[in-house]
């Protein structure tokens, strides 16, 4: 089963989102802000992390370029979700290296379709 380190700050989409993911066969770890979802991505080493960009404590930018620094987790497929569909935000996105970018609010088809595509199911 492929683990799952999903980043968000709001308590009623991270919910949701986790729930989407077990009901698709995802094991599931939760973060309620950048500064844990730094830890638990370095002490369980996920399949794949999906982290919101606007969170307290570490922002999801300052997050990605933490875990790209370290050897542990710097290969670990990242995709950002955000309401926020600038342009130059996926742009910055990718120049730190996300694989990928989820609109908010996305469907469960999204979301699974977005995991196939960089666990390779």
Request: aromatic share 6%; proline share 3%; with cysteine.
């Amino acid at each position: 089963m492929k683990k799952i380190l999903l980043i968000e700050d709001n308590d009623d989409i991270r919910d949701n989102t986790a729930e989407i993911l077990e009901l698709s066969n995802y094991e599931v770890i939760v973060a309620e802000n950048g500064k844990v979802g730094v830890a638990k991505a370095i002490e369980h080493e996920p399949d794949l992390i999906i982290c919101d960009i606007m969170m307290p404590e570490i922002g999801g930018y300052e997050l990605l370029r933490l875990l790209k620094q370290n050897s542990t987790t710097a290969n670990i497929p990242f995709i950002f979700a955000s309401a926020s569909v600038e342009r130059k935000e996926i742009q910055v996105g990718k120049d730190l290296g996300a694989n990928g970018y989820l609109c908010k609010p996305f469907s469960q088809e999204e979301l699974v379709k977005e995991l196939e595509r960089w666990l390779g199911k």
